[in-house]
């Protein structure tokens, strides 16, 4: 059953706050991933992130007065798939930022509201015009120039993000499905439970750097062994744990209030601070290709974003006037 969405002022101003809250937080966990990258193994930063957010929702839960009851739920099949698609794009997306520019893999990476938009006609019936559907063949556009063609491990990182963006817009999907019955609370605790898991058993498994044989640096990242932390770097630790908790918190609700097309364009507010956090972390700036592809695509977002505006606001004015 499709369900409608709350399209009240006050409804849709808090989506639209807990999107933009939740992108630029969720940058955070970006760049501090990005600077861990290069000492620790992915199934390490994962586990240690997932124990520190899983913490922070506790206490989060216990401060709400909604109750731990809320994580009690029937629907451990929608959660496992969305647990695994989460998994998939998180793997795929940080595997991708170890050997590009934050930057670049952020702004491709934002090809995933135009998923959404794709989705979100197959999955929840909404409808899309021919306005959308040129946008999103620009956005396709900005991605082809963001691959390069030529630059092998760019290309290859690039498509690692085109994947974790389809598996990013299919868990926002799914959180649309499993609204009314699970809190963003209850979304949020099943996502870092398995990622306690697996990380955990990634550890147990690949934790000796047993299966390091490739020379490549998303491989290694992948399967380097095990690193007890920097006592330096224990506070990126923290940082990346608790922008992933509440930054998923945030944007999860908003996909819980709001239209899917809706919440999806704000979600572009984390590409200025993408480019910020790597000029200021890592003193890397887009060069022309990149600016290309990043104005492609966050320009078909925000036409996108924009032309849902103009939709609601004439279909409102119809349902006024009486028109059919």
Same mark, same amino acid.
């Given at each position: 059953?499709?369900v409608?969405p709350d399209?009240?002022?006050?409804t849709?101003?808090?989506?639209i706050l807990l999107?933009l809250?939740?992108?630029?937080t969720?940058?955070?966990?970006?760049?501090a991933v990005?600077?861990?990258s290069g000492?620790?193994?992915?199934?390490?930063?994962i586990?240690?992130?997932a124990?520190i957010?899983?913490?922070?929702?506790?206490v989060m839960?216990k401060?709400s007065?909604?109750?731990?009851?809320?994580l009690?739920t029937?629907?451990?099949?929608?959660?496992a798939f969305r647990?695994s698609?989460?998994l998939?794009?998180?793997?795929?997306?940080? !595997?991708a930022l170890? $050997?590009? &520019?934050?930057a670049?893999?952020?702004? *491709?990476?934002?090809?995933s509201? @135009?998923?959404?938009? =794709?989705l979100?006609?197959?999955?929840?019936?909404e409808?899309?015009?021919l306005?959308r559907?040129?946008?999103?063949?620009?956005g396709f556009?900005?991605?082809?120039?963001?691959?390069r063609?030529g630059?092998?491990?760019v290309?290859?990182?690039?498509i690692l993000?085109?994947?974790s963006?389809?598996?990013?817009?299919t868990?926002h999907m799914?959180?649309?499905?499993m609204?009314?019955?699970e809190?963003?609370?209850?979304l949020?605790f099943?996502?870092?439970?398995?990622?306690v898991i697996v990380?955990?058993?990634?550890g147990?498994?690949?934790g000796?750097?047993k299966?390091?044989?490739a020379?490549?640096?998303?491989?290694e990242?992948? !399967?380097?062994p095990? $690193?007890? &932390?920097?006592?330096?770097d224990?506070? *990126?630790f923290?940082?990346t744990? @608790?922008?992933v908790s =509440?930054?998923g918190?945030m944007?999860s609700?908003?996909?819980?209030?709001?239209?899917?097309?809706?919440?999806?364009g704000?979600?572009?507010?984390g590409m200025?601070?993408a480019?910020?956090?790597?000029v200021?972390i890592?003193?890397?700036w887009?060069?022309?290709t990149?600016?290309s592809?990043?104005?492609?695509i966050?320009g078909?977002?925000l036409?996108?974003l924009?032309?849902?505006?103009?939709?609601?606001?004439?279909s409102?004015?119809?349902?006024r006037?009486?028109r059919?």
């Open positions: 059953m499709t409608t399209t009240s002022p006050q849709r101003l808090i989506g999107a809250g939740g992108a630029v969720l940058s955070v966990n970006d760049v990005k600077f861990l000492a620790y193994p992915l199934h390490e930063i586990l240690f992130r124990v957010g899983l913490s922070f929702l506790m839960i401060l007065g909604t109750g731990f009851g809320q009690r029937r629907r451990f099949k929608g959660h647990v698609v989460i998939v794009s998180n793997v795929a997306y940080f !595997l170890r $050997v590009m &520019p934050l670049d893999a952020v702004a *491709v990476a934002y090809v509201p @135009l998923f959404v938009t =794709l979100s006609v197959a999955f929840l019936g409808r899309i015009g306005h559907w040129g946008a999103i063949l620009c556009v900005g991605v082809l120039i963001m691959v063609p630059q092998g491990v290309q290859m990182a690039t993000v085109l994947i963006s389809f598996c990013y817009a868990s799914m959180t649309r499905r609204r009314n019955t809190s963003a609370f209850t949020s099943y996502v870092q439970i398995g990622f990380s955990a058993l990634m147990v498994f690949a000796d750097g299966f390091l044989t020379d490549n640096a998303a491989l990242f992948l !399967l380097r095990w $690193v007890w &932390p920097d006592p330096a224990i506070p *990126v923290f940082a744990g @608790l922008a =509440l930054g918190l944007v609700q908003a996909y819980r209030l709001c239209e899917a097309g809706m919440v999806a704000f979600e572009y507010s200025p601070m480019i910020l956090w790597g200021v890592f003193g890397v887009p060069d022309r990149a600016w592809g990043i104005t492609l966050v078909a977002g036409y996108t924009w032309r849902e505006t103009v939709r609601r606001e004439r409102r004015f119809d349902s006037s009486g059919v």
